[in-house]
């Protein structure tokens, strides 16, 4: 079983910056495939960023350039550093890892999920 909790949220304004964290209760991180995803208000859940067991990064077309996912495996933790932050980044951002490597944005995919951490960015 894996235990994921997020933290770093909270607000800022437009083009500022945040460094989200997930830390995991697990033997090893590195055994797992993690990926960043977000909720924003009337929407549904989307896969932003994902991770591969190695630290290979891939990111959806409207945060690359933005934002970067990061791990440290001795650590358990994820990352996600996220400048020129957008009103439209608003959102609940959820930190997800699968045993399963391979780049996937499909929530249904990933077994452990943390609660969220709330972003919220103002104009």
């Known amino acids: 079983q894996v235990r994921l909790v997020e933290s770093g949220g909270g607000a800022v304004q437009a083009g500022g910056s945040l460094n989200l964290s997930c830390a995991a209760s697990?033997?090893?991180?590195?055994?797992?495939?993690a990926a960043w995803f977000r909720q924003g208000p009337g929407k549904e859940r989307e896969g932003i960023a994902t991770i591969s067991f190695s630290g290979v990064p891939n990111y959806i077309d409207s945060v690359k350039g933005r934002f970067t996912i990061s791990r440290d495996n001795a650590k358990k933790t994820l990352y996600l550093q996220m400048n020129n932050l957008k009103v439209e980044d608003t959102a609940m951002y959820y930190c997800a890892a699968k045993t399963r490597g391979g780049v996937s944005y499909r929530d249904s995919d990933y077994t452990f999920w943390g609660q969220g951490t709330q972003v919220t960015v103002s104009s």
């Open positions: 697990v033997y090893s991180f590195g055994g797992y495939y």
